[in-house]
């Protein structure tokens, strides 16, 4: 594992420098470009020693056939577009224009990576001599051997790049990744171990990626999930697509506003796993008044949080669960209508548990987060009868300092929330209420708390401020500063009183 991580810190470091002054959000397409063509590269030489040595199964086979790759679900490298002719060529001046062409080709070749790859190498802006120092660098990564070692180490930098990235965009970048942990503890949460799961916001399509990973940690079969999901933004969709592809993750996703232009209308998920963007006011919710969506209420056209949390139940499948990541101004605000919305979403029974998050969980945004768990039907028999109640689980204590700025969840945190749901959801499950943590409420207390889904009135714990900023992050920055404050004063009092001595007055 620490083998791993330094791995990423040294290209990252390395892949960062030379940057220069290009802007993250151009420079992350070249650099993952880069890791996903030597990937496929690796991939395809693994395949093409095995059929030029012709042993056993291969005896025989033609290694310049593509249909030899397709069948063992390994994309088609083109001849000029491998990765050791292009690396070979990297102190060229025309290197640019040859990596552009190689990704035409293998374009090309692989119906499926169709419109995916970049192709913005040969830009003039560009610095070459960088370009191929990063190929260089990006060369002396190992993909090849047992495949699914070489694609968790793929998976695992990838990965990393893209929080990187989001990192180093600021703001912007938290539209195209959702931290690894939020997405851990909501898969972990959902356990979607089959049947159809959806992301109508997918961004790169983490949601995906870990829903597989749970699978595979389960013994599950990969085959057993269907995957469909919808981005706005063509150049994050293909990220998307690159990070699918990357793992052999087969998936429906298409390109459209969601809220706007649903492409998946007639699908019912069994799983939901979303973080749409917080607070949006530009939603276009003017033209979508009359919406059959909105089955509890018509959402304010100047916030679209109670639009997803209404699109996201609508794809509900009739047993389905949804985990979706939202603000935490959803879940007391009364701004155009959404009270009256929380209100009636409360008395139809279908929301499930609340979780606060912590502060700087996310790259993009200091707003505060919370996660929604919404149910179709809470008497389905597959668990426990639910239907009086709500789980609120306040985990604002939770979660590690990664860096000056960022927290994650460890692990531990995630089982420790996930085991606190199962447990309480299941059947013949211990659960029991911690106060500060964890609380579940009747409907009756719940009304007689004005449908405010807020844990931290539930749990025993102060309401989350306006600001985000946790009742005991505030008593600590006070408690130091009185503490700074009484130690100046202390020191200047000792300071008069011995001025005051050295000149005969002493008290």
């Known amino acids: 594992m620490t083998d791993i991580k330094d791995l990423e810190k040294t290209l990252w470091t390395a892949a960062d420098k030379m940057r220069s002054n290009m802007d993250a959000a151009e420079y992350k397409h070249i650099v993952l470009g880069l890791i996903f063509l030597k990937y496929i590269s690796d991939a395809f ?54 990596l552009d ?60 790049f893209l929080g990187q990235f989001a990192d180093a965009e600021g703001k912007k970048g938290g539209q ?73 993750i087969d998936a429906k996703i298409q390109l459209g506003d969601t809220l706007l232009t649903d492409k998946h209308k007639d699908l019912k998920a069994d799983y939901i796993l979303a973080n749409p963007p917080f607070n949006v006011s530009d939603w276009s919710g003017e033209q979508l008044r009359e919406d059959a969506r909105w089955e509890y209420g018509v959402p304010p056209t100047g916030n679209a949080n109670y639009a997803w949390l209404q699109h996201f139940l609508n794809k509900l499948s009739p047993n389905g669960t949804a985990g979706i990541v939202l603000a935490n101004g959803s879940m007391n605000s009364n701004t155009g209508n959404e009270g009256e919305i929380r209100k009636n979403l409360i008395e139809a029974g279908v929301i499930d548990c609340m979780v606060s998050l912590p502060s700087q969980l996310f790259y993009n945004t200091m707003i505060p987060a919370c996660l929604w768990f919404m149910a179709r039907n809470k008497t389905n028999g597959k668990y426990r009868n639910r239907s009086n109640e709500i789980l609120f689980i306040d985990a604002r204590k939770l979660g ?21 749901y199962h447990q309480w959801r299941n059947k013949g499950g211990n659960y029991v209420d911690i106060a500060g943590y964890c609380k579940v409420a009747t409907m009756d207390e719940v009304r007689t708390n004005n449908y405010v889904l807020m844990p931290g009135g539930y749990v025993g714990t102060e309401l989350e401020e306006e600001d985000g900023i946790p009742f005991e992050e505030k008593m600590k920055a006070l408690t130091k500063k009185l503490t700074e404050q009484f130690t100046k004063s202390a020191e200047l009092e000792k300071a008069i009183r011995d001025n005051l001595k050295s000149i005969g007055y002493e008290f």
């Open 45 to 98: 030489k693994d395949m093409h020693d095995k059929l030029v040595a012709g042993e056993g199964e291969y005896a025989g086979a033609d290694a310049e056939d593509p249909d030899e790759y397709l069948a063992h679900n390994i994309f088609f490298v083109p001849e000029n577009a491998r990765w050791a002719n292009l690396q070979a060529k990297a102190k060229q001046p025309e290197i640019g224009k040859l």
């Open 101 to 160: 062409g190689a990704m035409d080709e293998i374009e090309k070749r692989n119906p499926p990576l169709k419109g995916v790859l970049p192709k913005l190498y040969a830009d003039p802006e560009l610095n070459k001599q960088r370009l191929g120092e990063l190929i260089d660098l990006i060369g002396s990564i190992g993909f090849g051997g047992d495949g699914h070692k070489s694609k968790d180490l793929l998976g695992r930098v990838y990965e990393y």
């Open 176 to 248: 195209f990744y959702t931290p690894a942990s939020i997405v851990k503890l909501l898969v972990e949460m959902l356990e979607p171990y089959k049947g159809r799961i959806y992301d109508g916001c997918c961004g790169s399509g983490g949601m995906f990626v870990q829903s597989e990973k749970f699978i595979e940690e389960h013994q599950g079969k990969l085959g057993d999930l269907s995957i469909y999901g919808q981005e706005s933004n063509p150049t994050t969709l293909r990220l998307a697509k690159m990070n699918l592809a990357i793992r052999g």
């Open 400 to 420: 590690v300092m990664v860096n000056r700025r960022n927290k994650e969840f460890a692990d531990e945190d995630i089982q420790t929330i996930a085991n606190t």
